[in-house]
């Protein structure tokens, strides 16, 4: 899974059971990632709507009474356009969280946005460019923009593996002992900037012949992809592994972690790296220097240069002291972002939501303390 639906199956399980009903409500139809979610028993209903089929509004207004719905946590475009206007129709708070920053967004969402924004109670943004994404191109007024940043399961992503179970999951992905793994989780996107990774690994293994690429993830771009690596003539240094389920279990075989990418928000797949322990060579796509710092915890790359990727991979794979200090440095700034935190915030929020927002039509939360949202560790 990657995402979004990711960042469900680690919340949802944490929230506090006794005080939240929390479940999931899919525009679409149920697809194979969304597996994990029901052996974990979130309750999730698909509504089997199409993008502009306008009994959506219709299905999920029955929803929201059957299931008795205080408080609308909205992911993406449909689901905010449907959602907010559900919620207007039953009187209901709203959160808008934005997970993207693309340049700009099509004129009907603009249309949707502008008509449905005096019925959002807060816009949560993934990073400071988000931020800007939400007040720029979605019409939101900056007072309700907030900036909440995700995180990881750390427990899960820290645990130290034994050598041996290291080894096994290195099998398990066709990987060599003697290989030095150069990895990346990602979805195969034109945003992840993997061309240029391919590209800088060209350079890297003609000049350091024990590194082997470790592209774990799917996406359209997977065909185009493989056959720039043929073209290359990268052979099998470089690994295709497709869609893994236990991302920790794979990051745990990685010597070197690298995220390649031209733009992001602030990517799950991040956190969970810094927390896995791994060193680091990203990109200065403005999500990730949000959270990490130039030579303290990583070392960061002008985006759509494979040239200065590959130096870096080099620099770093010849200094195993080095890789040492880094990966210790972004496993210590992991703490900062537990999906823990997150969801304790989430349930202050939508505590705070149900108890003003009704009330005050909408304007209670923005007169409320909402600096826990920014805090890294909560009192």
Same mark, same amino acid.
């Not at 060579?281 to 790359?301: H, R, W």
């Given at each position: ?161 034994? =050598?041996?179970?290291?080894?096994? =999951?290195? #099998?398990?992905?066709?990987?060599? =002992? ?8 990602? #979805? ?136 040492? #200090?880094?990966?210790?440095?972004? #496993? ?26 009704? =009330? ?20």
């Amino acid at each position: 899974m990657h995402g979004v639906k990711r960042l469900f199956a680690w919340m949802i399980p944490r929230f506090d059971s006794t005080q939240f009903s929390v479940s999931l409500v899919s525009l679409r139809r149920k697809d194979l990632s969304e597996d994990t979610l029901d052996t974990l028993g979130i309750d999730i209903t698909y509504l089997r709507k199409s993008k502009f089929d306008p009994w959506t509004l219709h299905a999920l207004l029955k929803v929201i009474d059957r299931k008795q719905i205080d408080i609308l946590h909205l992911h993406g475009y449909g689901a905010t356009t449907f959602g907010r206007m559900a919620a207007a129709v039953r009187r209901i708070p709203v959160i808008l969280h934005e997970h993207a920053n693309l340049t700009d967004t099509p004129w009907f969402q603009k249309v949707a946005d502008r008509l449905l924004e005096p019925y959002t109670d807060l816009a949560i943004a993934v990073s400071r460019s988000t931020a800007e994404f939400l007040t720029r191109a979605r019409l939101m007024s900056p007072e309700i923009v907030k900036v909440v940043y995700l995180g990881a399961p750390l427990d899960e992503f820290s645990r130290v593996r034994p =050598a041996p179970e290291v080894a096994a =999951a290195r #099998r398990a992905l066709g990987l060599g =002992a003697d290989d030095f793994v150069i990895g990346t989780v990602t #979805r195969l996107h034109d945003s992840k900037g993997n061309s240029y990774l391919l590209e800088a690994a060209a350079q890297v293994i003609a000049e350091r012949h024990q590194a082997r690429f470790c592209v774990i993830g799917e996406g359209p771009l997977r065909p185009a992809l493989e056959a720039q690596a043929r073209s290359l003539q990268l052979g099998d240094r470089v690994l295709f592994a497709g869609f893994v389920r236990d991302v920790a279990r794979a990051l745990s075989t990685f010597d070197l972690s690298v995220f390649p990418s031209l733009w992001e928000g602030t990517p799950l797949t991040l956190f969970e790296t810094m927390a896995a322990g791994r060193a680091i060579v990203a990109t200065d796509a403005d999500g990730f220097l949000d959270v990490l710092t130039d030579g303290q915890d990583a070392l960061i790359v002008p985006k759509r240069n494979a040239k200065a990727l590959a130096e870096r991979t080099i620099w770093l794979m010849d200094r195993p002291a080095e890789r040492a #200090r880094l990966a210790l440095a972004a #496993r210590q700034t992991s703490r900062g972002y537990d999906i823990g935190t997150f969801v304790r915030k989430m349930e202050r929020l939508y505590t705070l939501l149900h108890e003003v927002s009704h =009330a005050t039509n909408r304007r209670g939360v923005l007169e409320a303390d909402l600096s826990f949202l920014g805090a890294r560790v909560l009192a």
